[in-house]
């Protein structure tokens, strides 16, 4: 089932907490004519927490120029590929997936409570006449003869699904696909900044298939795959390979006359040698340029690339993917940081 999938833009004006059967924080939103409600899933049914997170208080990204020049409202985001508007934890590079973090525990306390994390910033938002939100995830309404049932507006009418909505466990594959991921932003343009919200549950894993968005098993054949750990930088989980080599940095804006020849440098952080061969780096349209060769414990190589993968002078994605095709590393890169000719990026 596809996602009627989006990015809900607007001024927040009233919030509500979630409490007893209501495992979402509310916020209510308007555009120039129109209500909604954003809802967000901060608490858990299940202990240990089910729930994982992500803030980023300085968060960058090449699309956030275009978010800017949205309309205030809602806008359908109907092409589930990349190179718009639309976001994919895995594919769109948008944050490092280590940095997430369940829930400190089911003690009530506001270390414990996504709802005071979040509301921190949101009653930013509501102190700052300037500050827009941005709510990508599922559409629902407008309900013509039916009030909000949380802030009384009518028609009821807003948005859900503002986490991940891929590989999920049977329960809710029904909900899965590409470029169709659920995130809060926040814009406060007098101070340039942007903060981002990500969420995920633990029952999620995080290799999909391209086109499904299924679950991919990544453990022995026949077998379920590992999906209620979470790998740090420093202990990737068996059958793991999220963060072994990484994109250190990169030349995107190379001098000199076409064909330009952009450059990838490749970190290797383990204590054993690994054969890059088959692997592959691609760009923010998924050219892929296979790798070969080996790289040493703690070494860097420089991989240069053809013109059929192109980073791109205006902002862009770079992935590491293994010889199966599973994301290795993936970074981001805007504009602002690219516009030197002749510089490195480093990420």
Request: no cysteine.
């Amino acid at each position: 089932m596809s996602l009627n999938y989006g990015v809900l833009k607007g001024r927040p004006i009233a919030v509500k907490f979630a409490a007893g059967a209501n495992d979402h924080y509310q916020i209510r939103i308007v555009d120039d004519t129109t209500d909604y409600r954003i809802a967000i899933n901060v608490k858990s049914s299940e202990i240990p927490p089910d729930v994982l997170y992500f803030v980023d208080e300085n968060f960058t990204y090449p699309t956030l120029n275009q978010l800017e020049q949205l309309p205030l409202g809602f806008k359908p985001l109907p092409e589930r590929k990349p190179g718009g508007l639309s976001l994919d934890y895995i594919r769109g590079n948008l944050f490092d997936r280590t940095k997430m973090v369940p829930l400190a525990g089911s003690i009530p306390g506001p270390e414990n409570d996504l709802n005071e994390k979040i509301n921190r910033y949101v009653q930013r938002a509501l102190s700052d006449e300037t500050a827009l939100i941005y709510a990508f995830g599922a559409r629902w309404g407008p309900e013509e003869q039916k009030k909000d049932k949380y802030f009384g507006f009518l028609p009821g009418n807003g948005i859900h699904d503002i986490h991940m909505n891929q590989g999920n466990n049977a329960r809710y594959v029904d909900d899965d696909g590409v470029w169709q991921d659920g995130a809060m932003l926040i814009h406060f343009p007098a101070e340039s900044r942007w903060i981002a919200v990500f969420l995920k549950f633990q029952s999620q894993t995080w290799h999909t298939d391209d086109r499904t968005g299924h679950a991919i098993p990544t453990n022995e054949p026949g077998k379920p795959p590992v999906v209620n750990e979470e790998p740090t930088p420093e202990t990737p989980i068996p059958d793991e390979p999220q963060g072994i080599v990484r994109i250190i940095a990169a030349l995107v804006n190379s001098t000199g006359p076409a064909p330009e020849q952009e450059t990838v440098t490749l970190l290797n952080t383990s204590p054993d040698a690994i054969d890059l061969t088959d692997w592959a780096i691609a760009d923010r349209l998924k050219n892929k340029h296979k790798l070969t060769g080996a790289i040493a414990p703690g070494a860097t190589v420089l991989i240069a690339l053809p013109p059929t993968v192109q980073l791109g002078n205006k902002g862009g994605l770079i992935t590491l993917l293994n010889q199966e095709g599973l994301k290795v590393d993936g970074v981001a890169y805007t504009a602002q940081q690219s516009k030197l000719e002749g510089w490195t990026v480093v990420f």
